[in-house]
């Protein structure tokens, strides 16, 4: 699969709220993902396929999650970009609140091995994960 191919795949599954399923079916085992800031009890940069599924699962536990939009992907060589909107409550703030995000991935062997995260971190916004 090319990368234009995997990003299809990729923004389609988010689409239906497959996150998980993208991570297993598309995602390296020695994938790295990277954070703008640290989100809690994790470091700033995650490494290995566990520890993506474990954030990944954070975010489901952490988040009451509206709805969504997924944009993209954005090719670029062997890298693309999705944008994420989400609307979501995050449960420890009961602040109902919109996260605008955009994922930029890079692709080796037909996997991801490394995803990197966008958002602002303005006034009022949650520290949060796609």
């Known amino acids: 699969?090319?990368?234009m191919d995997i990003g299809k795949e990729v923004a389609a599954l988010c689409k239906q709220g497959k996150n998980q399923e993208a991570i297993d079916r598309f995602y390296s085992p020695n994938i790295e993902s990277v954070e703008p800031v640290a989100i809690p009890g994790m470091d700033q940069t995650q490494k290995g396929i566990q520890a993506i599924k474990k954030?990944?699962?954070w975010w489901?536990?952490?988040h009451e999650?509206?709805?969504g939009?997924?944009?993209g992907p954005y090719p670029h060589g062997d890298r693309f970009i999705l944008h994420f909107k989400?609307?979501?409550t995050p449960k420890h703030m009961?602040?109902?609140m919109t996260l605008d995000e955009t994922g930029l991935y890079t692709v080796h062997d037909?996997?991801?091995v490394k995803e990197e995260f966008f958002y602002s971190m303005g006034s009022g916004d949650c520290v949060a994960k796609s």
């Open 86 to 88: 989400y609307d979501v």
């Open 94 to 96: 009961g602040k109902r």
């Open 1 to 3: 699969m090319t990368t």
């Open 69 to 71: 939009t997924v944009d």
């Open 110 to 112: 037909g996997k991801v």
């Open 55 to 57: 954030k990944n699962q």
């Open 65 to 67: 999650i509206h709805g």
């Open 60 to 62: 489901v536990d952490n």
